[in-house]
């Protein structure tokens, strides 16, 4: 009797510590697919608006590979379409973490940031 009295309580305890782990704020990151169903593609530029995201959220970048490229930028780099030192992804299938605060995006092909394949996403 004793046991399964323990056996309880532990199992109580247990329960009390994973509620209270969610109660206190516990979030879990989320993926977004760029474009959604379109994908990385020209005037995705308002593809943020009306979304949250949070720092830890992935973006997924899907589109043809040799086709398209995704850079990660400064706001300089966004604003001037320009890819400086950013990090260059290629792979048709890009999943980027996001950081705290704005992160910038363009597809640095000749014209394509130009045509509005660009994106700031501002993580909270």
Same mark, same amino acid.
């Given at each position: 009797?004793?046991?399964?009295?323990?056996?309880?309580?532990?199992?109580?305890?247990?329960?009390?510590?994973?509620?209270?782990?969610?109660?206190?704020?516990?979030?879990?990151?989320?993926?977004?697919?760029?474009?959604?169903? =379109?994908?990385?593609?020209?005037?995705?530029? #308002?593809?943020?608006?009306?979304? +949250?995201? !949070?720092?830890?959220?992935? &973006? $997924?970048?899907?589109?043809?590979?040799?086709?398209?490229?995704?850079?990660?930028?400064?706001?300089? =780099?966004?604003?001037?379409?320009?890819?400086? #030192?950013?990090?260059?992804?290629? +792979?048709? !299938?890009?999943?980027?973490? &996001? $950081?705290?605060?704005?992160?910038?995006?363009?597809?640095?092909?000749?014209?394509?940031?130009?045509?509005?394949?660009?994106?700031?996403?501002?993580?909270?």
């Amino acid at each position: 009797m004793a046991q399964a009295q323990q056996a309880r309580s532990a199992l109580v305890i247990l329960a009390l510590a994973v509620v209270g782990h969610y109660l206190l704020g516990h979030t879990e990151a989320t993926d977004f697919v760029v474009g959604d169903a =379109g994908g990385w593609k020209f005037n995705v530029i #308002d593809w943020p608006n009306g979304k +949250s995201f !949070k720092a830890g959220d992935d &973006l $997924v970048f899907n589109y043809a590979a040799g086709a398209h490229n995704v850079v990660a930028v400064n706001e300089v =780099g966004y604003d001037q379409c320009f890819p400086f #030192d950013g990090k260059v992804y290629t +792979s048709g !299938k890009d999943r980027i973490t &996001l $950081v705290k605060g704005d992160n910038y995006f363009i597809c640095a092909f000749p014209g394509h940031c130009e045509a509005n394949m660009k994106i700031k996403v501002t993580a909270a």
